[in-house]
């Protein structure tokens, strides 16, 4: 018999503690319901997901704990703890890093538009300006 990774024993045993079904958490956090019912079997692979969780499982007030992801650490559960503190800090870099790609994709796009209008423009006919001679 393998042992379980200690990850989901803890979150087993906490749902258990507390009554709550994936079905519920799954709601109460925003996670697809489907990929949380692997985790009785399978280590979560999505660290945003999987400290979400976590910081669900160490919230006092977990029933009023909300799915949001901390955009500032300030937002973040009041970490007591070293791995807490780091944990917070990288759930917060990492929806910054997901601000700065949708800027990059936006700026990307607009300059898509602007490369395309300048090549329609150096396209158009050059001789609509040129006087016709009869």
Do not use: C
């Not at 799954?26 to 697809?32: R, V, Y």
């Not at 160490?58 to 009041?78: C, I, Q, S, Y």
């Not at 800027?103 to 796009?109: G, H, R």
Request: glycine share 2%; aromatic share 6%; charged share 35%.
């Amino acid at each position: 018999m393998t042992k379980k990774d200690p990850f989901l024993q803890r979150f087993q045993q906490i749902r258990k503690d507390r009554g709550v079904t994936v079905s519920q958490l799954a709601k109460q956090l925003g996670i697809n319901e489907d990929k949380m019912y692997k985790w009785k079997n399978s280590v979560p692979t999505n660290y945003a997901e999987r400290s979400l969780v976590e910081a669900w499982m160490d919230a006092e007030d977990w029933r009023n704990f909300k799915g949001d992801l901390p955009r500032t650490v300030d937002e973040a559960p009041v970490a007591t703890d070293n791995k807490t503190k780091l944990r917070n800090e990288i759930i917060v870099l990492k929806n910054k890093i997901k601000d700065l790609k949708h800027v990059a994709d936006k700026l990307s796009e607009l300059a898509e538009n602007v490369i395309s209008e300048e090549d329609d423009q150096n396209s158009a006919p050059q001789n609509a300006d040129k006087p016709q001679n009869s």
